[in-house]
C-alpha cells in the first residue's frame, strides 16, 4: 500500500528521439512541453537495424561511421541534459518491446516521436502503438522531417503528385511561416555548445534518482561497433556541428547554382548527414533558403537550394504513397527489363563498387564513397547512370551499395535517385538519356582535379587525355612514360557499344509507351 504522505509524483512525458537528434527547434520535444508532467528523453539502438548492417555478427567489431554519428550526437543531448538536471536514457534492443517497458518504468502518460514514413518504420510504431494502447499510454506523434509531408499537398483531384515542378509550384504556393516557423524548446545552439533554458530546463526529469549518477551511454564497442575513419575525415558532429556547416554554408549560398555541380571545389552545404539524422531542423534551412530567395544577391543559388530541399519532400511523399518502391519499379513496365546476370555481372559489379571500371570520373566518385562515405551529388548521377545503363545492370544493386556505404543514406531520397537515374521512377530521365561518362568529367572537372585526387595513378596523365586515357595517341604516352592499362585499368566497357545495348534492353518500355522527359533530380 502507498505511503499516503509521500507526494504523488505526476506522470511523466515520453520523448522518443529517432531521426531528430538535437534539441532545439525540436517537433516532438515541443509537442511534449505542451503536455503536463516531467519530460523524459529516450533514444534505443534498434537491433533490428544494427543487426543487418552488412558485416554484423556477435562478438566481432565493424566499422560503421553512421553509428558512430550518432553515438556522438546524443553525447552532445546527453552531456547538455545532464548539465540542466536532466538526462539522456540510452537503451539498445528492439524499440518494440523496449519503449512499452520505459514507459511503464517512468510512469508515462503518453510517449511523443516524430514521423518516420519508411515502410518498415510504419510497421515499427504499429506495433509500439499497440502495446502503448494496451498499457493505456498514449501514443502521439508529429511532423518533423520534412516540411509537407504525407496528404498534405495533392493535386486538384486530391492524388499525390508523381511530377516534381507541379509539386514543387504546389508546395511553394501553399507555404506559410507558419509552416517553417521554430518548435520553440527552450534550446539555442550558440558559438559550438547547446544551452538550455526554461521552459525546457525546469521540466526535465531529474538526472539523479536516490543519489545515483546519470545512466551511462553503452559503448560503440558494447554493441559491435567502431567510428571507422569518421573523427579522422573531421566531420562536424551533433547539433553543434551542423550548425557550424550551415553558417558555413549561408556566406556561399549565393554561387550554389553554379558551384554545385563541380565536385572539384567547395559548392554543396556538407549538410545531408546532418539533414538525415536531424542534427538540424528542415524548417531551419528552409527558413532560411525561403528569405534568401528574396534577396537579389543570393536569389539565384537559394532558390536553387530550396528547389532540392522541396525534391526532399517530394521523395518521401513518393515513399509514402507507393510504398512498393522499396522493393520494384514505381512503374510497372520498368520491371520487365531483363538486367544483365550471372559472372560477368557481378565481375562488371566489382570494377564499379572498386573503382576500376576504366572511366576515372565514374572510378573517382567510387572511390570517395569507399574511402569517405560521401558521394556529390553530380556524381550520384554520373555512376548510377553507368551502372544501369553502360553496364546494364538492376539499379537495386546499386541502392543497396550505396545503402551500405552512404553516410546520409535516406531511403526515399537513394531510391527515387537511382530509379530516377534508371528511367524508373517518378518523374525520372527518360530511358534514351544516358549520360556519357566522358563528356561529364570534361564539363564537371575540366583540369581533372577531382580524379587526380581520388584516382592518383594517372594523376600525371596531361589534362586533355585524363578523361578518357585510352584515347591518348602513342606520342603522348611515350613523351611521358605512361601506359595504357597499368596500373589503371582500361575501361569494361565501350560507351558507345553500351549505349546500343541499352537502347535494345529497354525496348520492352518502348513498347509500352514510357517516353515522358523527367526533371533533374537534386544535386
Given at each position: 500500500m502507498a505511503n499516503p504522505l509521500q507526494p504523488v509524483q505526476p506522470a511523466s512525458v515520453l520523448v522518443w528521439l529517432r531521426r531528430d537528434l538535437r534539441l532545439n527547434d525540436h517537433a516532438a520535444l515541443h509537442a511534449a512541453l505542451k503536455r503536463q508532467g516531467p519530460i523524459q528523453l529516450v533514444f534505443i539502438f534498434d537491433t533490428t537495424i544494427l543487426h543487418a548492417i552488412p558485416g554484423w555478427k556477435k562478438g566481432s567489431t565493424i566499422d560503421d561511421r553512421r553509428v558512430g554519428f550518432i553515438h556522438a550526437a546524443l553525447e552532445q543531448i546527453k552531456e547538455s541534459l545532464n548539465e540542466a538536471g536532466g538526462d539522456?536514457?540510452?537503451?539498445?534492443?528492439?524499440?518494440?518491446?523496449?519503449?512499452?517497458?520505459?514507459?511503464?518504468q517512468m510512469r508515462a502518460s503518453c510517449v511523443v516521436a516524430a514521423h518516420d514514413d519508411e515502410p518498415a518504420a510504419r510497421r515499427r510504431d504499429d506495433d509500439v502503438r499497440q502495446a502503448l494502447e494496451d498499457l493505456g499510454v498514449e501514443w502521439v506523434t508529429v511532423k518533423d522531417q520534412c516540411i509537407f509531408e504525407r496528404h498534405e499537398v495533392l493535386t486538384g483531384a486530391a492524388k499525390p503528385f508523381s511530377v516534381f515542378t507541379p509539386y514543387k509550384n504546389a508546395w511553394l504556393k501553399r507555404l506559410t511561416a507558419d509552416d517553417i516557423a521554430e518548435r520553440n524548446t527552450g534550446v539555442m545552439v550558440r558559438q559550438g555548445k547547446i544551452v538550455i533554458q526554461d521552459p525546457l530546463k525546469s521540466r526535465l526529469r531529474p538526472a539523479m534518482s536516490g543519489g545515483a549518477e546519470p545512466t551511462p551511454l553503452p559503448s560503440l564497442e558494447s554493441m559491435g561497433f567502431s567510428s571507422g575513419n569518421l573523427h579522422a575525415l573531421g566531420i562536424p558532429l551533433g547539433a553543434t556541428g551542423a550548425d557550424m556547416l550551415f553558417h558555413d554554408f549561408q556566406s556561399r549560398i549565393k554561387d550554389y547554382k553554379t558551384a554545385r555541380d563541380f565536385p572539384g571545389i567547395k559548392g554543396p552545404s556538407y549538410l545531408s548527414m546532418h539533414l538525415r539524422f536531424g542534427t538540424i531542423a528542415i524548417r531551419e534551412l528552409v527558413r532560411f533558403a525561403w528569405a534568401a530567395s528574396r534577396d537579389s544577391s543570393q536569389s539565384e543559388g537559394a532558390s536553387t537550394w530550396l528547389s532540392e530541399l522541396i525534391w526532399r519532400d517530394f521523395y518521401m511523399q513518393v515513399l509514402f504513397h507507393h510504398p512498393h518502391v522499396a522493393d520494384r519499379s514505381f512503374r510497372p513496365e520498368y520491371d520487365q527489363i531483363q538486367w544483365l546476370e550471372g559472372p560477368e555481372s557481378d565481375r562488371l559489379f566489382r570494377a564499379w563498387c572498386e573503382g576500376r571500371t576504366g572511366f576515372p570520373l565514374v572510378d573517382a566518385g567510387m572511390?570517395?564513397?569507399?574511402?569517405?562515405?560521401?558521394?556529390?551529388?553530380?556524381?550520384?548521377?554520373?555512376?548510377?547512370?553507368?551502372?544501369?545503363?553502360?553496364?546494364?545492370?538492376?539499379?537495386?544493386?546499386?541502392?543497396?551499395?550505396?545503402?551500405?556505404?552512404?553516410?546520409?543514406?535516406?531511403?526515399?531520397?537513394?531510391?527515387?535517385?537511382?530509379?530516377?537515374?534508371?528511367?524508373?521512377?517518378?518523374?525520372?530521365?527518360?530511358?534514351?538519356?544516358?549520360?556519357?561518362?566522358?563528356?561529364?568529367?570534361?564539363?564537371?572537372?575540366?583540369?581533372?582535379?577531382?580524379?587526380?585526387?581520388?584516382?592518383?595513378?594517372?594523376?600525371?596523365?596531361?589534362?586533355?587525355?585524363?578523361?578518357?586515357?585510352?584515347?591518348?595517341?602513342?606520342?603522348?604516352?611515350?613523351?611521358?612514360?605512361?601506359?595504357?592499362?597499368?596500373?589503371?585499368?582500361?575501361?569494361?566497357?565501350?560507351?558507345?557499344?553500351?549505349?546500343?545495348?541499352?537502347?535494345?534492353?529497354?525496348?520492352?518500355?518502348?513498347k509500352a509507351g514510357s517516353t515522358s522527359v523527367g526533371s533533374t533530380p537534386p544535386s
Open positions: 539522456l536514457a540510452v537503451h539498445v534492443g528492439n524499440p518494440v518491446e523496449l519503449i512499452p517497458l520505459i514507459a511503464q572511390r570517395q564513397l569507399n574511402a569517405t562515405g560521401y558521394m556529390h551529388n553530380r556524381l550520384r548521377m554520373v555512376v548510377a547512370s553507368f551502372l544501369t545503363k553502360d553496364l546494364g545492370i538492376d539499379w537495386r544493386r546499386g541502392e543497396a551499395y550505396f545503402a551500405w556505404k552512404l553516410n546520409d543514406f535516406d531511403l526515399s531520397a537513394n531510391n527515387g535517385g537511382w530509379q530516377w537515374a534508371a528511367s524508373s521512377g517518378c518523374d525520372a530521365q527518360p530511358y534514351f538519356r544516358i549520360f556519357n561518362p566522358v563528356t561529364q568529367s570534361e564539363k564537371f572537372d575540366p583540369k581533372g582535379s577531382f580524379i587526380r585526387r581520388y584516382v592518383p595513378e594517372i594523376s600525371a596523365w596531361p589534362d586533355r587525355w585524363i578523361h578518357a586515357p585510352w584515347e591518348a595517341p602513342s606520342q603522348v604516352l611515350t613523351e611521358h612514360g605512361l601506359r595504357l592499362g597499368d596500373p589503371y585499368p582500361m575501361p569494361v566497357v565501350m560507351h558507345d557499344q553500351a549505349r546500343v545495348k541499352t537502347l535494345l534492353r529497354y525496348g520492352v518500355v518502348k
